[in-house]
T-cell receptor
Framework: SQELEQSPQSLIVQEGKNLTINCTSS?????LYWYKQKYGEGLIFLMM?????EEKSHEKITAKLDEKKQQSSLHITASQPSHAGIYLC??????????????FGRGTQLTVWP | DSGVTQTPKHLITATGQRVTLRCSPR?????VYWYQQSLDQGLQFLIQ???????AKGNILERFSAQQFPDLHSELNLSSLELGDSALYFC??????????????FGPGTRLTVL
């Protein structure tokens, strides 16, 4: 079955530190999505990556899809308490005419202490 | 605020009952997706509609059904509820249909508790 493995499962960093969250698949990723979730709340869309080697940034968050399209990383520079939450990677189950059936990793719980 | 609204926010009911969850997509979005998030299963895709038509099915139980109405709002009906159906149910919407990669915007969710 298709699975997305996220690592680490949880991360505790001091404010101002950089951090990286990884999302790995055993199969080719055709569409890779990063979301942030506050516990018990809805998901906030961060970025979508499609092409191997693609890199996108928004404020202090950068996401990259590797050339082989089997791993994505999310990097936060100079972390702040507002970055705390659960980061989820999601991917399209198929390619072609049935996109949108996203399957998700189990998430990375990020805590940023001042 | 994603622009996707879901009601109710919380729902507490008993086993064997039936409930309806409602979702209004972002203005202009034609696709609606339903997901279930539980501690043991994580976030799982249930079903997708585009402009009133069912487009894709995921891990949706036969006791569950959904539809999208002409005004594009969607309802997820859960019947013969079991304890294991307790979860957060999310609706998401996107502009285009399933032939295209497009970001999905999630609503705040409905927390269902089955007692």
């Amino acid at each position: 079955s298709q699975e997305l493995e996220q690592s680490p499962q949880s991360l505790i960093v001091q404010e101002g530190k950089n951090l990286t969250i990884n999302c790995t698949s055993s199969k080719t990723l055709y569409g890779l999505y990063w979301y942030k979730q506050k516990y018990g709340e809805g998901l906030i869309f961060l970025m979508m990556l499609q092409k191997g080697g693609e890199e996108k940034s928004h404020e202090k968050i950068t996401a990259k899809l590797d050339e082989k399209k089997q791993q994505s990383s999310l990097h936060i520079t100079a972390s702040q308490p507002s970055h705390a939450g659960i980061y989820l990677c999601g991917a399209d189950k198929n390619r072609g005419s049935t996109l949108g059936r996203l399957y998700f990793g189990r998430g990375t719980q990020l805590t940023v202490w001042p | 605020d994603s622009g996707v609204t879901q009601t109710p926010k919380h729902l507490i009911t008993a086993t064997g009952q039936r409930v309806t969850l409602r979702c209004s997509p972002r203005s202009g979005d034609l696709s609606v997706y339903w997901y279930q998030q539980s501690l043991d299963q994580g976030l799982q895709f249930l079903i997708q509609y585009y402009n009133g038509e069912e487009r894709a099915k995921g891990n949706i139980l036969e006791r569950f059904s959904a539809q999208q109405f002409p005004d594009l709002h969607s309802e997820l009906n859960l019947s013969s509820l079991e304890l294991g159906d307790s979860a957060l149910y999310f609706c998401a919407s996107s502009l285009r249909d399933s032939r295209f990669y497009n970001e999905q915007f999630f609503g705040p969710g409905t927390r269902l508790t089955v007692l």
